[in-house]
């Protein structure tokens, strides 16, 4: 069986989107979230039905509570109903590279 395939199997049964799922939300992020926010909040991870994204303050993380819906949204329009219900933030620098 070829390891994708079993990756998502393995997955799916933790309640997680397909790998391809996940790969459309963080390749159109910026157009989700347009091209300003996207300097400042990164999709970095889908775990279960929560999309992780990285912000570099805490006032983006709280501003994020504000914008939940109109992610979840435009993901659903991207995913389909239902695969992902939440949008947590985590404070992070960015990268040095």
């Known amino acids: 069986m070829p390891i994708r395939r079993t990756l998502e199997r ?11 799922a996940t790969t459309t939300i963080i390749d159109a992020w910026p157009d989700i979230v347009g091209p300003e926010l996207a300097s400042r909040i990164v999709a970095v ?3 279960g039905p929560e999309l992780v994204v ?8 709280s501003q994020l509570g504000w914008l ?3 992610l979840l949204t435009r993901v659903e329009a991207l995913v389909g109903p239902g695969r992902i219900t939440s949008v947590t933030a985590r404070v992070a620098p960015r990268d040095a590279t």
């Open 54 to 61: 990285r912000v570099e303050d805490p006032a983006w993380a």
């Open 10 to 20: 393995l997955m799916s049964g933790m309640g997680a989107p397909e790998i391809d």
């Open 68 to 70: 939940e819906q109109q």
């Open 45 to 47: 991870a889908v775990r």
